[in-house]
């Protein structure tokens, strides 16, 4: 990793490094603590600056800068943090810093990337169950929501991780489950097969790059981890957003959804990461893909390498790129950077050409305000409807130029239903706001709090502009 540094900077900027100073989650911020740590960075950096400037002679190693575009290789994806194993090389991906004093989380993308190649491992193989029988895995919540033995068990899986990886101490994740129904006395089977299922994944670890148990969890281990992800976030620190499984109807459906993890820090999106597992590598698979899924998983095991399916995308806050990774398939060990490619927002600029996509469910956003907008506008492809969001991944790599969501009034948008697509779109080249043209805030806990009537994601800023225009000229009008 680029590691240039000065110890001023990194006395600033250091102990949000280590830990989460607001929200109700696990704090660290005792004055002894940030010394220790402040010490310890310091020792860290005198052997960093070293090292990079042994590294840097290096093809593969440069400096993370969105003013360094022009370097090819100068992807986080093909630098060294990652060329082997987070157990092999922990020491140099700890709280690195770029040329530009700042952090450049490698350590963390690194950890996150796996985390969620493992969650959506997981999900593939609840999902095909789902697929082939109904077995009483999936739940509504008090809200009518669903809920399934993959929400809860990505939830541990990806928390129980992070603690490993940073130490519990220093982590704090919102996410969407709670512990409370799971814990119910009528929920014993289904809390079985959470820990059975976490386990069977947990397995699978070392073939991801992370280390697993070394004895299977307890089931007071898995709900312990499970509601370890109890923090409010808010403005200060720096905690993991975490949506297990994003569009929980489209999962069990067996179609689209999405695994999203992000890291917020001070209130805002530093790092992003999205999987997708029926979210093909290439588009041309996507046409035809839900019901292809349907016919192949009767066909062939969930880990057939028979069709090119799921991706995981990426990026970094500032770091001016974007990244698509396969799924890990069959039995594979993760090898970094795992054929990563980059990914760019689409080119397109003339609105008669431009795709958008919105949420498939009509009481999720209106597709009638939509429709009126997008002829307005002079859009003239039907509408993209996916669940989860695939639809930020769409936008990322060029697929759809346009995402646009209006809730009911009074729905609060969350904040995990965002952060990581954000990050990823606008280091892919996009521009991501709300309906006023406003950055999305997620500094005020969960919520997206003081939205401005809708979502709006567009490859380009002309595109968005207009789009912008459009809903001032037609929103009076509207039910909304
Ligand atoms: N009435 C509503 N209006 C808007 N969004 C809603 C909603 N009810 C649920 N959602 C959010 O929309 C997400 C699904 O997105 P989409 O509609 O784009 O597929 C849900 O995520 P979960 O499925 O993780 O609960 C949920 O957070
Ligand atoms: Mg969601």
Same mark, same amino acid.
């Given at each position: 990793m680029p590691l240039y540094t000065s110890s001023s900077t990194v006395g600033t900027k250091f102990p949000s490094l280590l830990g989460h100073r607001g929200g109700r989650g696990i704090q660290c911020n005792s004055s002894r603590f940030q010394s220790l740590s402040l010490l310890f960075c310091s020792q860290l950096c005198s052997r960093t600056r070293t090292r990079t400037r042994q590294q840097n002679t290096q093809p593969h190693i440069v400096s993370f800068s969105k003013?360094?575009?022009? *370097?090819s290789s100068t992807s986080f994806a093909s630098s060294s943090s990652s060329s082997s194993s987070i157990?092999? /090389?922990?020491?140099?991906?700890?709280?690195?810093?770029?040329?530009?004093?700042?952090?450049?989380? #490698?350590?963390?993308l690194d950890v996150a990337v796996r985390a969620v190649q493992m969650a959506c491992f997981l999900c593939q193989k609840v999902q095909q169950g789902l697929? *082939? !029988?109904?077995?009483?895995? @999936?739940q509504s919540k008090e809200d009518n929501s669903l809920v399934t033995v993959a929400d809860w068990s990505v939830q541990a899986t990806v928390s129980w991780l992070l603690s490993e990886s940073f130490g519990s101490k220093n982590v704090s994740i919102v996410a969407e489950e709670d512990v409370q129904s799971l814990s119910k006395v009528e929920a014993a089977d289904l809390l079985e097969s959470v820990v059975k299922t976490v386990n069977d994944c947990l397995a699978e670890a070392p073939r991801f790059g992370l280390q697993g148990p070394q004895m299977a969890l307890g089931t007071s281990e @898995?709900?312990?981890?499970? #509601?370890? %992800?109890?923090?409010?976030?808010?403005?200060?620190?720096?905690?993991w957003a975490l949506d297990p499984v994003d569009g929980t109807l489209g999962f069990v459906r067996g179609d689209q959804y999405a695994v999203a993890l992000a890291l917020i820090e001070?209130?805002?999106?530093?790092?992003?990461?999205?999987g997708c597992p029926n979210y093909p590598m290439r588009?041309?698979?996507?046409? &035809?893909?839900?019901? &292809?899924?349907r016919i192949i998983s009767k066909l062939t095991p969930p880990t #057939?390498? *028979?069709?090119? !399916?799921? %991706? @995981?995308m990426y990026a970094r806050r500032g770091g001016g790129e974007a990244w698509m990774q396969p799924l890990l398939q069959g039995h594979k060990k993760l090898v970094w950077p795992n054929s990563a490619r980059p990914i760019q927002v689409s080119a397109i600029e003339n609105p008669a050409l431009a795709t958008f996509c919105e949420p498939v469910e009509k009481s999720n956003s209106s597709h009638s305000f939509t429709a009126g907008l997008a002829h307005s506008v002079g859009l003239r492809k039907q509408p993209l409807r996916v669940y989860s969001m695939v639809k930020y991944a769409a936008i990322a790599r060029g697929d759809a130029e346009i995402f646009m969501k209006f809730a009911r009034a009074g729905y609060k948008e969350k904040i995990w239903d965002h952060a990581a697509g954000v990050v990823i779109i606008q280091e892919a080249g996009g521009v991501v706001t709300d309906a006023g043209g406003?950055?999305?805030?997620? *500094?005020?806990?969960? &919520?997206?709090?003081?939205? /401005?009537?809708?979502?709006i994601a567009c490859a380009g800023a002309k595109l968005h502009e207009k789009i912008i225009r459009a809903v001032d000229a037609s929103w009076n009008s509207s039910s909304l």
């Open positions: 003013f360094n575009k022009n *370097s157990m092999e /090389d922990q020491e140099e991906n700890m709280g690195g810093f770029n040329g530009f004093m700042e952090p450049n989380y #490698s350590r963390e697929i *082939s !029988k109904s077995n009483g895995q @999936v @898995v709900l312990a981890a499970i #509601s370890r %992800c109890n923090s409010n976030g808010g403005p200060t620190g720096r905690f001070d209130g805002e999106p530093v790092l992003g990461v999205l588009k041309e698979w996507l046409s &035809y893909q839900h019901r &292809y899924h #057939s390498e *028979s069709w090119d !399916k799921g %991706c @995981v406003r950055p999305l805030d997620f *500094s005020k806990g969960i &919520y997206l709090e003081g939205l /401005d009537r809708g979502i």
